[in-house]
């Protein structure tokens, strides 16, 4: 299992780069292995207000159906497109290619709550 | 038999080369199990155009045994184990007094007056009590067997092919639904033409300590083919499209054979009593409560197990099991609907009116013949 050192991650699974206001989200390695193949995600159209913490779009794997969790308030600006005819991409590659969803940031400041790789690393090792 | 630990799952004899093999490992009634090893859509679809190992070593094997092996069997089970011919096999179940399925099971005539009952995991401890209830006055003993058992099977268009220069059976005149003795590579094995994946393809009870063994080679003569590993996940979706019922879904104390459209496996012409019998015959007989039917979502959602499915929006079934089929490329489901819907929703195009409540929002789904998938290939009589 990866957790790469320069994102931030959610206790939802979810990993988080911000750059410039906008902040790139995705779900991790630890979570598309727990959910095996992934078969569709569902994020809402672009200019949907989202709140950290709130439930705002799904995840399909063979098995389970999962909620995404917006991990920032914001609005979002784009949902990945390419997931949408190849959504193995967020099994293959959870930090590049099967990003989820871009969301442009409420405000300026550093969103709070969010873990460190090596916070984010004990949660998942304390779920084993 | 050794009392299994409640708060430990049971190994089979072939944890050790899942692990190795980098599984994903699952609890399923009370056995640590391979749920994957990969991906579980490409074990899926190895097993459709090549083939697939499984372990199965979790399911319950009962010997029943003794001169008054085949009365008990015709007396406790829905189906007559009496009229088959050693070396036959069938699908049948075990029903409650009430009519309602306890297990669906297969049962295999070892001989004259032996018989292999195989049953689910989950259910395992329950045939084995309401079997020796049942068998009580016949000659027979009934013992549980399924520590003393591997079950490995080969699945797929290819099995027949990798495992034909393995054993001394010859598999051209194995029919559907037989067991023969033999070996694989040396080890003794009973070897049956039988699985729950809509191919054709092979079960091999083995002794436990052989296990191992026939794993490794099957898997090393059928690399070439195409054979992989195959998990859970990949069996569940595979007898899904196959349209197969699995037990806890389709299958229930609260259902009779009849419900699930499998009223065939009841045999109300055999002489004397069974368990069940004045229930059953009158299920026959009553128009059906519900009806199993066939969904494919008009959407990309899945719809699963519990949720309603919907006509003119309101809810009239439930689903019993859904999943994404790696086959069809689109989410399929078998429902238990009332009969009105299901003539109704089967007639004729239904646009939006038929739907499934996906997590509170109504996605239009299709009505569509079971199974889902059905092989090509010819399957061996």
Known sequence: MTVPENLSYTAEHEWVAIDGGVASVGITDYAQQALGDVVYVSVPPSGTAVTAGEPFGEVESTKSVSDLYSPVDGEVLEGNTEIDDDPGLVNTDPYGAGWLVRIRLADDSDPPGLLSAEEYTALTKEAE | ?381
């Not at chain 2, 009962?62 to 008054?68: D, H, L």
């Not at chain 2, 009365?71 to 011919?85: C, E, I, R, T």
């Open chain 2, 1 to 381: 038999m050794t009392t299994p630990d409640a708060t430990k799952p049971r190994s089979t004899p072939l944890r050790g080369v899942h692990e190795q093999l980098g599984a994903s490992m699952t609890e399923f009634a009370g056995w640590l199990m391979p749920l994957r090893y990969r991906s579980e859509t490409a074990e899926h679809q190895a097993v459709r155009a090549s083939a697939g190992l499984f372990d199965l070593s979790h399911m319950g094997e009962i010997i029943v045994a003794g001169p008054g092996a085949a009365s008990a069997l015709d007396y406790a089970l829905a189906g007559q184990p009496s009229s088959m011919a050693p070396g036959r096999a069938r699908y049948t179940m075990i029903c409650a007094a009430d009519g309602g399925v306890l297990d669906d099971l297969i049962v295999y005539r070892l001989d004259d007056e032996e018989f292999l009952v195989v049953a689910n995991a989950a259910n395992a401890a329950v045939v084995n009590s309401a079997l020796r209830e049942r068998a009580d006055g016949h000659d027979t003993r009934i013992t549980d067997r399924t520590d003393d058992y591997a079950l490995i099977a080969i699945q797929g268009p290819a099995a027949a092919g990798i495992l034909g220069p393995l054993t001394d059976i010859p598999l051209d005149g194995v029919k559907y639904y037989t067991s023969h003795r033999g070996t694989v590579d040396g080890r003794e094995v009973l070897l049956a033409r039988t699985g729950y994946t809509g191919e054709d393809g092979f079960e091999l009870f083995t002794q436990p300590g052989d296990a191992e063994h026939i794993w490794m080679t099957l898997s090393a003569a059928g690399a070439a083919a195409g054979l992989v590993p195959a998990g859970l996940a990949a069996r569940d979706t595979l007898r899904l499209e196959a349209g197969m019922p699995l037990y806890g879904n389709e299958l229930g104390p609260d259902t009779t054979p009849f419900d699930a459209g499998l009223g065939r496996v009841v045999k109300l012409d055999k002489p004397g009593d069974f368990v069940g019998r004045g229930a059953l015959a009158a299920a026959a007989q009553a128009p059906p409560r519900r009806v199993l039917v066939g969904l494919r979502s008009g959407t990309r959602r899945v719809p699963r197990h519990g949720y309603p499915v919907l006509w003119d929006g309101q809810p009239r079934g439930t689903i019993t099991s859904g999943a994404p089929s790696p086959t069809l490329g689109v989410p399929i489901a078998m429902a238990y609907v009332e009969p009105e819907v299901a003539a109704e929703a089967g007639a004729a195009e239904t646009g939006d009116r038929l739907a499934v409540d996906i997590r509170g929002r109504a996605e239009p789904a299709q009505m569509t013949p079971l199974p889902f998938y059905h092989r090509i290939h010819d399957r061996p009589r």
